[in-house]
T-cell receptor, first 113, second 110 residues
Framework: GAVVSQHPSWVICKSGTSVKIECRSL??????MFWYRQFPKQSLMLMAT?????????EQGVEKDKFLINHASLTLSTLTVTSAHPEDSSFYIC?????????FGQGTRLTVV | RKEVEQDPGPFNVPEGATVAFNCTYS??????FFWYRQDCRKEPKLLMS???SGNEDGRFTAQLNRASQYISLLIRDSKLSDSATYLC???????????FGGGTRVLVKP
């Protein structure tokens, strides 16, 4: 069964609105989770590292004010895409590591219209 | 130069044939190496870890060459279901932060 659960699996939203994506680790605690974005025919690009109880660490070029990350518990991290625009349309995937393997959520396909 | 590089393919493989491809990495301090499989519009799933001694899992064989900084994946007796994108993944020295290659697309045809 799934080790990491991500919700929703797909979402369509209007330009200018915000969208929240949840990532949960099942049956294990994850002090660190990772958020990735994948554009068509491209590989996964790390956006940020979500740290339980502290601020997320963002990769270069990722706007922290646009992609808000909250990791309030050891099993839940959320990514909120604020003021979404069509160029934010992408496949967003979270992951958590249960040594030695990294497990991925099912991904969220975001379409901004 | 990208930290992890792969030939994007596609590799068109006749069913039953053998296919092999490599991945190079630039960070000599990298500690862990993996091959993940990703089907279209799905999340990546671990195919196998890669060890210095080389390891085999059924029809799949993975090799690590630290001196030349590359890893390889070989698929024997290819099945139609092997069609997917294979992602080379490297774990940086600390923090379990994974770096993904661009993926190698494999198409197995009857």
């Amino acid at each position: 069964g799934a080790v990491v659960s991500q919700h929703p699996s797909w979402v369509i939203c209007k330009s200018g609105t915000s969208v929240k994506i949840e990532c949960r680790s099942l049956d294990f605690q994850a002090t660190t989770m990772f958020w990735y974005r994948q554009f068509p025919k491209q590989s996964l690009m790390l956006m940020a590292t979500s740290n339980e109880g502290s601020k997320a660490t963002y990769e270069q070029g990722v706007e922290k004010d646009k992609f808000l990350i909250n990791h309030a518990s050891l099993t839940l991290s959320t990514l909120t895409v604020t003021s979404a625009h069509p160029e934010d349309s992408s496949f967003y995937i979270c992951s958590a590591t249960r040594d030695p393997e990294a497990f991925f959520g099912q991904g969220t396909r975001l379409t901004v219209v | 130069r990208k930290e992890v590089e792969q030939d994007p393919g596609p590799f068109n493989v006749p069913e039953g044939a053998t296919v092999a491809f490599n991945c190079t990495y630039s960070n000599s301090a990298s500690q862990s190496f993996f091959w993940y499989r990703q089907d279209c519009r799905k999340e990546p799933k671990l195919l196998m870890s890669v060890y210095s001694s080389g390891n085999e899992d059924g029809r799949f064989t993975a090799q690590l060459n630290r001196a030349s900084q590359y890893i390889s994946l070989l698929i024997r007796d290819s099945k139609l279901s092997d069609s997917a994108t294979y992602l080379c993944v490297v774990n940086r020295a600390a923090g379990n932060k994974l770096t993904f290659g661009g993926g190698t697309r494999v198409l197995v045809k009857p």
